[in-house]
């Protein structure tokens, strides 16, 4: 029968809308009660479904999980990095990165959110800790061959400790997911990624 829905399927929705909106909401509970807390009737509850509709587009909260890894890996790291690599010297790729996050940021804080808070669901689940380890990976591979770039072109010296500074690097930009997440505004994000460039770009101090 045309128009038919799939059962479980809420009445009146566009399936690619609803399955967004579950994800957005769903970044959104894992950030504010964690992993285990989470349940699928509190996001169905959150978004206007039942319980069942989550269901018809994730089997589990497992899947739904790893989704919402899919989701910040195609819409932050990989839009992030797709920008960054665009720029030709190392402050300028690491600003970009962070100004294509902040962008992100604006339309949706939801992601910086999960961002921030899956870390620590990836280290207290290890069932878990294969995706946030990809995650970190992800901005880790970003940062080494930044500098290790850098350093070829003789933009920063020879004899620095790319390991070292690429953990510094990682540290500062988790604080500042952390920031966007849970504490700042977004204008005082867009201020504190501003004077980080500046930072990094050497006319701070």
Do not use: C
Not at 118 to 125: E, I, P, Q
């Amino acid at each position: 029968m045309a128009g038919k829905r799939r059962r479980g399927r809420p009445l009146g929705s566009d399936g690619a809308n609803t399955r967004e909106e579950i994800l957005r909401v769903a970044r959104q509970v894992f950030s504010e009660l964690g992993y285990e807390r989470t349940t699928f009737q509190e996001i169905a509850t959150r978004v206007g479904v039942t319980r069942p509709a989550v269901n018809h587009y994730f089997r589990d909260k497992a899947a739904l999980y790893s989704a919402l890894f899919d989701s910040v890996r195609d819409s932050v790291m990989g839009a992030s990095v797709n920008q960054a690599t665009a720029q030709e010297t190392l402050p300028g790729r690491l600003s970009a990165y962070l100004e294509a996050a902040v962008r992100i940021d604006s339309r949706d804080r939801s992601f910086a959110r999960f961002i921030a808070a899956s870390v620590l669901d990836g280290y207290r689940h290890e069932h878990l800790l294969g995706s946030t380890g990809e995650q970190v990976e992800q901005v880790r591979g970003f940062v080494r061959q930044a500098l290790g770039a850098a350093v070829e072109s003789g933009e920063i010296r020879d004899d620095i400790d790319i390991p070292a500074v690429t953990e510094m690097l990682i540290a500062v930009m988790w604080g500042i997911a952390w920031y966007a997440g849970f504490i700042g505004t977004h204008d005082q994000l867009e201020e504190v990624v501003e004077q980080f460039s500046r930072l990094i770009a050497g006319i701070l101090w």
